[in-house]
């Protein structure tokens, strides 16, 4: 499945080359034909994520701190972790916390 996924707010600094937009195509696990939040979050730690994943993870799911898009509506509307991704859906990752 075929994505775009951004990362601001510092997000993008924990990444392989710091780079805030990525196109990325995830398969969804074996025996299901959806993609869920879920799934993309374990795919964006392990092929994404470069350093200090507690910093976007906690648990199952994104740190306090951290909002979540998905086609420019709130995840918690969609459902959260369970809410099932599309091809060429939009997901958009950005932390609120900052320094200063």
Wanted: proline share 3%.
């Amino acid at each position: 499945m075929h994505l775009t996924l951004e990362f601001g707010g510092g997000l993008e600094l924990l990444l392989k080359d710091s780079v805030k937009l990525h196109q990325v195509d995830v398969k969804p696990k074996s025996g299901q034909d959806k993609v869920t939040m879920c799934d993309l979050l374990t795919w964006v730690k392990g092929n994404l994520i470069k350093e200090r994943p507690e910093m976007f993870i906690k648990g199952d799911s994104v740190r306090p701190g951290v909002l979540v898009l998905i086609n420019d509506c709130d995840w918690e509307l969609c459902g959260n972790l369970d809410a099932e991704l599309e091809e060429k859906d939009v997901v958009v990752f950005i932390s609120t916390l900052h320094g200063g």
